[in-house]
C-alpha cells in the first residue's frame, strides 16, 4: 500500500494519506468472494469529500439465504463445533495476529469508510479488534457447565453448548470493534454465522472475512452478506434457520428485529441499540479533568457512539466554572480531515446522520436552549459539523430526549444528588453513566441508583475486553464483551440419569 | 456482630456512675475525667444471677451425652466472680477416638451424606428454628460462660448463628461442580464431593459465630464432625447441639468434646481418621495444628489466627465519626476479636483531636456485668487472658507510649479491666505488634499514604483493615495496597453470611463464611468418559 496524497483539495497539503485499493466488494459466502444473485451493487461513499469509494455487491435475501445454507451444513456438518476448544483457540489466534499485521490498511478503510480518525483507528480500534479476537480465544476451552444437586438419586449436569447459526447485524460507528465483539464470541462457543455489515462501512468486514480464511476458519463458518436492512437484514431477522440474531444499532430499528424474529422461528435476540446517557458533575469534582472527560464524553467519534454522554448534569456550585473551562476547551477542538493526526473530529458518517443532526440542532434553538457553543456545519466539502453545546435545556425538550449521535452536548444544572438522579434516569435508554465525584458515598449511592449497564466514575469510556456491556430499559437487553458476552451464544442442556447407591448426594 | 447493629446500640446511650476510677498519666486525663467515668458499681457489686440452668456438661459422642472415659472433668468459670458454673467432661484422646469413630461409620455407612441436600437443608432450617426459639437462654449461656454483654449476645450473636444456619441450609442444594471443556471426544465433569470426617476446633471469643462458621458449610455439604470446643467456653454447643438433633439430626454426624488443646486437641488433629481440619485461634496453636496434620494423614487444613488489624484514619476524616468506629473496631467483645482494629493510625493532621476524643469516648465506656442492661464491656474471658493483657499494657508503659487512660483492672473481683488508650505508640513497640487480644488501643501518627501503607502492611499478620475515609481515590488506594483479608471502608466488623472471611500471611489460610467456605468442605473428582461422534466439543 503506497503512502501518497490523494489529491483531496480540502486536506493539508502536509498530510499525507495512504490509498488503498480496495480489494474486496463481494459477499464472503462459503468461503469464496461472489457476486449478488442479482448482480446489483450499492456506493459506499467517502464522507469526507462525498466522492464514491467502490461499488459493493448488494446482498439480498437470496443471498442471505445461500450464506444461511452454507452457515447451517458448517455448523451441522462442518469441522468447526466439533474442533476442541484449544483448536478454535489456536486459529483465532491467527486471525487476531493477520488483523495486527494488516492494521494500517484496515486502518485506512475504516478512516475513509466511516470518517473516524485515522491514527486512532491505527493505535486503538484495529488492535482493539485483534486484542477481543484473542480475549474469546482465550475462552474457547473455558467454557463450562454444571454438575447439578439433584433433589432425588439422579446425577444432572449441564452442557453449555453452541446455539448454532448466528446472525450479526452491526452498525456503522465502530465497523471493527463491532465485528470482533460480536464475531468473537460467537466463534469461540463454535457457532457459524452471518455478517450483515452496515450499507454505509461495508470494507472493513470483507477485509476480515479474507483474513479469516487465510487464519484457517474453514469454510461457511463466517459469511459477509453485505447489503441494507430492510433488505438483507430483515432477511437474517426473519431467517427460520438461523438460530440466533445479534443487533447493534438504533432503538427503532432493534424493535424490527425482534418483531421479525417473533414472527419467524422465535430466535433468541441480543440488542444493543440507542442511549441519551447522562454524565452527572458533583461540587466536588476536579473541573480541569472533568470538562474533559465531559468533551470527550459528547464529541469523541463525532458523537456517533451509543454511549455518548449526551446530557451532562452539572451541580450549581461548580456550574459555571465548568462552563468557563468548556469554553475555553472547546474552542481547542479541531474539527478537519480525519487523516491530519491534529484533528479531534471528522466527518459524520453520511448526509442523513448529517442532516439529522443540523435539523437536532435547529430544533434545540427553537424549542429555547441556548446555544452555548457551534452549530453550525463545517466549512468544508464533507459532512462536518462544528461541536456543539446547548445549555438552558430542560429535561423535556426534544434535544434532552432523543439521541441526536452527533457532536452536540446538553447541558443541565442540578442542586442535589438525589434531583440528579432522578433526572439522569427520566429517561427510555439505560446504556451508560458517567460519574464525576471523589466522595464516595456519593459514588457508591449513584452507581447504584442510575438505571445504566454501565456506570463510569471518574472516566468515561472505561470500555474493556473483559466488561460486559449492554442496555437497560429501551437501550437493549443481552451484553456484549466479557465472559457475559459470551453467554449469548451459548444453550444450556440439562442431562439427567438416574444413580444407584451412591455414598452421597 | 453486624457492625452498623452493634454500634447503634453501642452509640445510643449515655452513661453514668457512681465511682471515679484512678486515672494515671496521659496529658487529657484531667479534662477526661470531668466528661465521665468508668462504670465501675457493676464489678463490685452482687452479680446477677443468669437467667439460665446448666443442663448439659458431657461429651456429645454418637447422638449420646457421655462421660469422658477417663471419669475426668474440669470447671469452666464465671469470669465475673471467677468461681465455678459447672463440672464439664474432660474429653481426651481416648474420647476423640470414639467421637470419630462416631464420625466415620456417619459419614461411612449413616443416612446423612446420603440424604438429598433438600432434606439436609431442611434439618438445618429446622435446627435454625429452635436455636431462634431458645435465642434467650443461649446467650445467657454465652455470657454466663464467656463474660460478653448480654443484650449482644443475645440481640447480635445469637440472631446471627440463626441467620448462618439458614443461609447455609440454602446452599446445601446448590453445591455444583461443573462440565469441562475437553482437548478430544471426551465427556468431562467435576464431582464436588463431600470430603468425609471433619474436625473442627473452636474458640472462647464468640462461641456460637465460632461454631456455625464451622459447623454450618461441613453439614450443608453433607460431612461428619468432631467439634472441639474451647475449654473456657465449653457451654453453649453442647446446648445448640442437642437442639440439632432434635431437628432431625442423625447421630454421630456431629460429636461435640469438650476438653483441652494439648489433648482433645491434639489428638483430633493427629487422628489418622479425620479427612478435614479446621481451627480458629492463635497463630502459635495454628502451627502447631498444621505440623500434626502434616505428620499424620496430610490431611488438609483451614486456619483462621491471630491478627494486628490497622485501622486507618486518612487526612480528611470527620474525627468524630472515626473516633466511634475505631473505638467499636477494638473495643468490640472486650476487644477479644481476631480482627480487632488494633493499630490505630491517624494522620498527624488530625492526630491530638483523634487522640483526645478516643481518650473521652474510652472514659465513657460503660464497663460492668455483662448481665446488665446498657454495659458495653464485661471481664475478660479468664485470668490467663487477664493477666496477659496487664502484661501488654505493663510493657506499652514501659516502652515509652503515653498511656491516656486505663492501664489497670476494674474492681477487685472478676477480670474486668478499664478500656484503655496508648498514643504516641511506635511500630517497634510490643503493643504495636503484637495480639493483646484486650481493650487495649494502640494510636499511632503518621503523615502520608505511601507510608501508613508500608507501616500498616509490616507484620506478619493480615486478617483486617479498617479504612476511614470520604476519598474514592483514598478509599480505591487503600482498598488494594493493604494485604489483608477483610477490607472495611467506613465501617468495621461487618460479619454478613456471605462475606467470606480469612487471612493473608500468618492470619492464616482459605476462607470462611460465604460460597468461599463450601471449599473447605469439599473435594473435587474429575470424571471423564470418552464420546463417540459428538456433535460439538
Excluded at chain 2, 447493629?5 to 477526661?32: D, H, I, M, N, P
Aim: hydrophobic letters at 40%; aromatic letters at 10%; proline letters at 5%.
Amino acid at each position: 500500500m503506497a503512502v501518497q496524497s490523494n489529491g483531496n483539495g480540502s486536506l493539508d497539503s502536509r498530510v499525507k494519506v495512504p490509498v488503498p485499493q480496495i480489494k474486496f466488494t463481494k459477499l464472503f459466502i462459503n468461503g469464496e468472494f461472489v457476486d449478488s444473485v442479482s448482480g446489483k451493487t450499492f456506493q459506499t461513499i467517502d464522507p469526507r469529500n462525498r466522492e464514491v469509494i467502490a461499488e459493493i455487491a448488494e446482498g439480498n435475501k437470496e443471498d442471505v439465504d445461500l450464506a444461511v445454507k452454507a452457515a447451517r451444513e458448517a455448523f451441522d456438518n462442518g469441522p468447526w463445533p466439533r474442533l476442541p476448544g484449544f483448536e478454535r483457540r489456536k486459529i483465532m489466534m491467527k486471525f487476531a495476529d493477520l488483523i495486527d499485521e494488516n492494521n494500517e490498511e484496515l486502518a485506512t478503510l475504516e478512516t475513509i469508510d466511516a470518517g473516524k480518525l485515522f491514527f486512532l483507528c491505527k493505535i486503538m480500534e484495529i488492535p482493539g479488534a485483534a486484542e477481543t479476537i484473542r480475549y474469546y480465544a482465550g475462552a474457547a476451552d473455558k467454557i463450562h457447565g454444571e454438575t447439578l444437586k439433584m433433589s432425588t438419586a439422579l446425577q444432572g449436569y449441564t452442557l453449555h453448548e453452541p446455539v448454532g447459526v448466528v446472525g450479526h447485524i452491526i452498525p456503522w460507528n465502530f465497523p471493527s470493534q463491532m465485528f470482533a465483539m460480536k464475531v468473537g464470541p460467537a466463534l469461540a462457543a463454535g457457532c457459524t454465522m452471518v455478517v450483515k455489515p452496515a450499507e454505509q462501512t461495508p470494507l472493513s468486514a470483507l477485509y476480515y472475512a479474507h483474513l479469516a480464511k487465510l487464519a484457517g476458519i474453514p469454510d461457511g463458518v463466517l459469511n459477509v452478506v453485505t447489503g441494507f436492512g430492510q433488505t438483507a437484514g430483515a432477511a437474517i431477522s426473519s431467517h427460520t434457520d438461523i438460530d440466533m440474531v445479534s443487533f447493534t444499532g438504533s432503538t427503532e430499528v432493534g424493535r424490527l428485529v425482534m418483531q421479525a424474529a417473533a414472527t419467524s422461528n422465535l430466535k433468541p435476540v441480543c440488542l444493543e441499540l440507542g442511549g441519551k446517557s447522562p454524565i452527572l458533575i458533583f461540587d466536588d469534582a476536579d473541573v480541569d479533568k472533568v470538562t474533559e472527560l465531559a468533551l470527550q464524553g459528547t464529541l469523541f467519534n463525532k458523537g456517533e457512539i451509543c454511549v455518548a454522554g449526551s446530557r451532562v448534569f452539572v451541580q450549581e456550585g461548580i456550574y459555571d466554572k465548568f462552563l468557563l473551562k468548556l469554553k475555553e476547551k472547546v474552542k481547542n477542538w479541531v474539527v478537519g480531515d480525519p487523516f491530519d493526526p491534529t484533528s479531534h473530529q471528522g466527518p459524520q458518517v453520511n448526509k442523513k446522520q448529517y442532516d439529522r443532526i443540523l435539523s437536532y440542532i435547529e430544533l434545540g434553538k427553537k424549542e429555547g436552549a441556548t446555544l452555548f457553543h457551534g452549530g453550525k456545519p463545517g466549512d468544508r466539502k464533507g459532512y462536518y459539523i462544528e461541536p456543539t453545546i446547548f445549555t438552558d435545556v430542560t429535561d423535556e425538550m426534544t434535544i434532552a430526549q432523543e439521541e441526536i449521535f452527533g457532536p452536540v452536548m446538553s447541558v443541565f444544572k442540578f442542586k442535589t444528588v438525589e434531583e440528579a438522579i432522578k433526572r439522569a434516569n427520566a429517561t427510555k435508554y439505560g446504556l451508560a453513566a458517567g460519574v464525576m465525584t471523589n466522595d464516595i458515598n456519593i459514588a457508591n449511592t449513584v452507581a447504584r441508583s442510575i438505571r445504566a449497564g454501565a456506570i463510569w466514575i471518574n472516566c468515561y469510556f472505561a470500555f474493556d475486553r473483559d466488561s460486559p456491556y449492554g442496555g437497560y430499559k429501551m437501550s437493549g437487553f443481552g451484553r456484549d464483551m466479557g465472559m457475559d458476552g459470551l453467554k449469548k451464544y451459548l444453550v444450556v442442556k440439562a442431562v439427567a440419569t438416574p444413580i444407584y447407591n451412591s455414598p452421597w448426594l | 456482630m453486624a457492625a452498623k447493629r452493634v454500634s447503634s446500640l453501642l452509640l445510643s446511650r449515655s452513661f453514668t456512675s457512681s465511682l471515679a476510677s484512678r486515672l494515671t498519666g496521659g496529658k487529657s486525663a484531667c479534662q477526661a475525667r470531668a466528661i465521665s467515668r468508668y462504670s465501675t458499681a457493676a464489678a463490685l457489686e452482687e452479680p446477677i444471677k443468669p437467667p439460665v440452668n446448666v443442663e448439659y456438661t458431657k461429651l456429645l459422642i454418637n447422638g449420646q451425652f457421655v462421660d469422658a472415659a477417663s471419669g475426668k472433668t474440669f470447671p469452666t468459670l464465671d469470669p465475673r466472680t471467677g468461681e465455678v458454673i459447672a463440672h464439664v467432661a474432660e474429653g481426651d484422646a481416648e474420647d476423640v477416638n470414639r467421637a470419630v469413630a462416631a464420625a466415620r461409620k456417619a459419614f461411612d455407612e449413616g443416612p446423612w451424606p446420603r440424604l438429598t441436600a433438600y432434606d439436609r437443608q431442611r434439618i438445618l432450617l429446622r435446627f435454625a428454628d429452635l436455636v431462634e426459639k431458645h435465642n434467650d437462654e443461649i446467650a445467657a449461656l454465652e455470657t454466663w460462660d464467656n463474660g460478653k454483654p448480654y443484650e449482644q449476645a443475645a440481640k447480635i450473636e445469637v440472631p446471627m448463628f440463626v441467620r448462618l444456619m439458614r443461609y447455609y441450609a440454602g446452599w446445601a442444594d446448590k453445591i455444583h461442580g461443573m462440565t469441562v471443556p475437553a482437548d478430544g471426544p471426551y465427556h468431562v465433569q467435576t464431582l464436588h464431593e463431600p470430603i468425609g470426617v471433619a474436625g473442627q476446633i473452636i474458640p472462647w471469643n464468640f462461641p456460637l459465630l465460632m461454631y456455625a462458621w464451622k459447623v454450618g458449610p461441613a453439614l450443608a455439604c453433607g460431612n461428619t464432625v468432631v467439634l472441639k470446643t474451647a475449654e473456657q467456653t465449653p457451654l453453649s454447643a453442647l446446648y445448640v447441639t442437642k437442639l440439632l438433633h432434635e431437628a432431625g439430626l442423625p447421630s454421630g454426624v456431629l460429636n461435640v468434646v469438650s476438653g483441652f488443646g494439648p489433648t482433645a486437641g491434639a489428638a483430633l488433629c493427629s487422628h489418622m481418621d479425620v479427612d478435614k481440619l479446621a481451627f480458629t485461634g492463635s497463630t502459635e496453636t495454628g502451627k502447631i495444628i498444621l505440623e500434626l496434620s502434616a505428620r499424620s494423614n496430610l490431611k488438609p487444613v483451614t486456619l483462621e489466627l491471630g491478627g494486628k488489624s490497622p485501622f486507618i484514619v486518612c487526612e480528611d476524616a470527620d474525627v468524630d465519626n472515626a473516633v466511634e468506629l475505631a473505638h467499636f473496631a477494638l473495643f468490640f467483645n472486650q476487644g477479644q476479636c481476631c480482627c480487632a482494629g488494633s493499630r490505630t493510625y491517624v494522620h498527624e493532621r488530625v492526630y491530638d483531636e483523634f487522640v483526645e476524643k478516643a481518650t473521652a469516648r474510652a472514659l465513657k465506656r460503660s464497663v460492668g456485668d455483662p448481665f446488665r442492661q446498657e454495659i458495653e464491656q464485661g471481664p475478660q474471658v479468664d485470668s490467663e487472658q487477664f493477666e496477659k493483657i496487664l502484661r501488654y499494657i505493663r510493657a506499652g508503659v514501659d516502652s515509652g507510649a503515653t498511656l491516656e487512660t486505663g492501664g489497670d483492672r476494674l474492681g477487685e473481683k472478676g477480670y474486668y479491666i478499664k478500656p484503655t488508650v496508648f498514643s504516641n505508640v511506635q511500630d517497634d513497640m510490643p503493643i504495636a505488634k503484637e495480639e493483646i487480644f484486650g481493650p487495649v488501643q494502640s494510636i499511632l501518627k503518621f503523615k502520608d499514604l505511601d507510608e501508613v501503607i508500608r507501616r500498616a502492611n509490616s507484620s506478619r499478620y493480615g486478617l483486617a483493615a479498617g479504612v476511614f475515609t470520604q476519598n474514592l481515590d483514598t478509599a480505591n488506594r487503600l482498598m488494594r495496597a493493604l494485604r489483608a483479608g477483610t477490607v472495611w471502608i467506613n465501617c468495621f466488623d461487618t460479619f454478613d453470611a456471605a462475606i467470606p472471611f480469612g487471612g493473608y500471611k500468618m492470619s492464616g489460610q482459605g476462607r470462611e463464611k460465604g460460597e468461599y467456605s463450601l471449599k473447605n468442605y469439599l473435594q473435587v473428582k474429575a470424571v471423564v468418559t470418552p464420546l463417540k461422534n459428538p456433535a460439538w466439543l
